[in-house]
Protein backbone atom coordinates (compact mmCIF):
# COMPACT_ATOMS: atom_id res chain seq x y z
CA UNK A 1 0.00 0.00 0.00
CA UNK A 2 1.46 3.36 -1.17
CA UNK A 3 2.06 6.22 2.16
CA UNK A 4 0.37 9.00 2.07
CA UNK A 5 2.04 12.52 2.19
CA UNK A 6 -0.26 15.35 3.58
CA UNK A 7 0.57 18.04 1.09
CA UNK A 8 -0.88 21.65 3.05
CA UNK A 9 -0.91 24.85 1.48
CA UNK A 10 -1.51 27.76 3.13
CA UNK A 11 -3.09 31.65 2.35
CA UNK A 12 -3.94 32.46 -1.32
CA UNK A 13 -2.31 29.50 -3.05
CA UNK A 14 -5.80 29.01 -4.17
CA UNK A 15 -5.17 31.81 -6.17
CA UNK A 16 -2.21 30.69 -7.53
CA UNK A 17 -1.90 31.47 -11.80
CA UNK A 18 -3.70 34.73 -10.96
CA UNK A 19 -1.80 36.35 -8.00
CA UNK A 20 1.42 38.00 -9.20
CA UNK A 21 2.67 35.79 -11.69
CA UNK A 22 5.79 37.44 -11.98
CA UNK A 23 6.65 36.37 -8.75
CA UNK A 24 4.11 33.29 -8.53
CA UNK A 25 4.55 31.42 -11.86
CA UNK A 26 1.23 31.41 -13.80
CA UNK A 27 0.73 27.68 -12.69
CA UNK A 28 -2.59 27.07 -11.29
CA UNK A 29 -3.55 25.02 -8.06
CA UNK A 30 -4.78 23.06 -10.23
CA UNK A 31 -1.74 22.27 -11.68
CA UNK A 32 -0.11 22.40 -8.31
CA UNK A 33 -2.32 19.30 -7.86
CA UNK A 34 -1.69 17.64 -10.81
CA UNK A 35 2.23 17.88 -10.38
CA UNK A 36 2.02 16.50 -6.29
CA UNK A 37 0.04 13.47 -7.56
CA UNK A 38 1.75 12.21 -10.64
CA UNK A 39 5.12 13.06 -8.88
CA UNK A 40 3.79 10.77 -5.87
CA UNK A 41 2.71 8.10 -7.46
CA UNK A 42 6.04 7.39 -9.69
CA UNK A 43 7.77 7.49 -6.12
CA UNK A 44 4.57 4.51 -4.25
CA UNK A 45 2.94 7.70 -2.57
CA UNK A 46 -0.49 9.02 -2.43
CA UNK A 47 -0.23 13.15 -2.16
CA UNK A 48 -3.21 14.28 -0.09
CA UNK A 49 -2.97 17.99 -1.18
CA UNK A 50 -5.05 20.67 1.01
CA UNK A 51 -5.32 24.46 0.88
CA UNK A 52 -6.95 27.01 3.03
CA UNK A 53 -6.70 30.42 4.11
CA UNK A 54 -7.35 29.46 7.84
CA UNK A 55 -5.01 29.00 9.95
CA UNK A 56 -6.89 26.95 12.55
CA UNK A 57 -8.11 24.50 10.02
CA UNK A 58 -4.20 23.96 9.22
CA UNK A 59 -3.55 23.48 13.00
CA UNK A 60 -6.05 21.16 12.48
CA UNK A 61 -4.75 19.32 9.95
CA UNK A 62 -1.05 19.12 11.53
CA UNK A 63 -2.53 17.57 14.00
CA UNK A 64 -4.05 15.08 11.95
CA UNK A 65 -0.58 14.52 10.90
CA UNK A 66 1.05 14.41 14.13
CA UNK A 67 -1.69 11.59 15.41
CA UNK A 68 -1.35 9.48 11.95
CA UNK A 69 2.37 10.18 11.95
CA UNK A 70 2.34 11.30 8.67
CA UNK A 71 4.73 13.12 6.59
CA UNK A 72 3.71 16.93 5.33
CA UNK A 73 4.70 19.34 3.47
CA UNK A 74 3.61 22.73 3.85
CA UNK A 75 3.52 25.80 2.01
CA UNK A 76 2.56 28.11 5.04
CA UNK A 77 2.51 31.37 2.35
CA UNK A 78 1.73 35.05 5.10
CA UNK A 79 1.70 32.40 7.94
CA UNK A 80 5.64 31.73 7.38
CA UNK A 81 6.72 34.17 9.02
CA UNK A 82 4.48 35.37 11.95
CA UNK A 83 2.29 32.35 13.13
CA UNK A 84 3.91 30.55 16.46
CA UNK A 85 0.57 28.36 16.22
CA UNK A 86 1.18 27.17 13.11
CA UNK A 87 5.14 26.14 14.01
CA UNK A 88 3.99 24.95 17.26
CA UNK A 89 1.68 22.30 15.66
CA UNK A 90 4.44 21.57 12.93
CA UNK A 91 6.88 21.03 15.47
CA UNK A 92 4.39 18.09 16.84
CA UNK A 93 4.75 15.97 13.49
CA UNK A 94 7.22 13.57 14.46
CA UNK A 95 7.12 12.25 10.83
CA UNK A 96 9.03 13.83 8.11
CA UNK A 97 7.75 17.62 7.58
CA UNK A 98 9.54 20.00 4.49
CA UNK A 99 8.60 23.53 4.12
CA UNK A 100 8.24 24.74 0.63
CA UNK A 101 7.72 28.09 -1.04
CA UNK A 102 7.63 28.86 -4.56
CA UNK A 103 9.69 31.98 -4.72
CA UNK A 104 12.62 32.26 -2.63
CA UNK A 105 11.91 34.19 0.63
CA UNK A 106 15.72 35.13 1.08
CA UNK A 107 15.39 37.23 -1.90
CA UNK A 108 12.14 39.17 -1.35
CA UNK A 109 11.11 41.76 0.97
CA UNK A 110 12.70 41.87 4.40
CA UNK A 111 9.62 41.05 6.44
CA UNK A 112 9.16 37.55 4.03
CA UNK A 113 12.92 36.04 4.82
CA UNK A 114 11.66 35.22 8.49
CA UNK A 115 10.58 32.19 8.99
CA UNK A 116 9.18 30.60 12.14
CA UNK A 117 8.52 27.55 10.55
CA UNK A 118 11.78 26.02 9.74
CA UNK A 119 13.38 25.54 12.80
CA UNK A 120 11.03 22.80 13.53
CA UNK A 121 10.78 21.56 9.63
CA UNK A 122 13.37 18.99 8.49
CA UNK A 123 14.36 20.51 5.48
CA UNK A 124 13.59 23.77 3.32
CA UNK A 125 13.29 23.83 -0.60
CA UNK A 126 12.65 27.66 -1.87
CA UNK A 127 12.32 29.40 -5.49
CA UNK A 128 12.01 26.47 -7.41
CA UNK A 129 8.18 27.88 -8.88
CA UNK A 130 5.96 24.41 -8.77
CA UNK A 131 8.63 21.91 -8.51
CA UNK A 132 9.30 23.04 -4.98
CA UNK A 133 7.02 20.30 -4.26
CA UNK A 134 8.74 17.69 -6.51
CA UNK A 135 11.64 18.13 -4.73
CA UNK A 136 10.31 18.26 -1.53
CA UNK A 137 7.90 15.00 -2.80
CA UNK A 138 11.53 13.53 -3.04
CA UNK A 139 12.96 14.62 -0.21
CA UNK A 140 10.12 12.99 1.78
CA UNK A 141 10.79 9.41 -0.28
CA UNK A 142 13.84 9.43 0.74
CA UNK A 143 13.35 10.70 4.62
CA UNK A 144 10.42 7.93 4.84
CA UNK A 145 12.44 4.92 2.99
CA UNK A 146 16.15 5.70 5.02
Sequence with gaps: MAAIVLILNGPNLNRLGTREPDIYGTSTFADLVALCAAEAMALDMVADVRQSNDEAELIGWLH?????????????????????????????????????????????????????????ADGVIAGFGIDSYRLALQAVSRLTTA
Design 64 to 120: EAADSKTPVIINPAAFTHYSYALRDACALVEAPLIEVHLSNPAAREEFRQTSVISGV
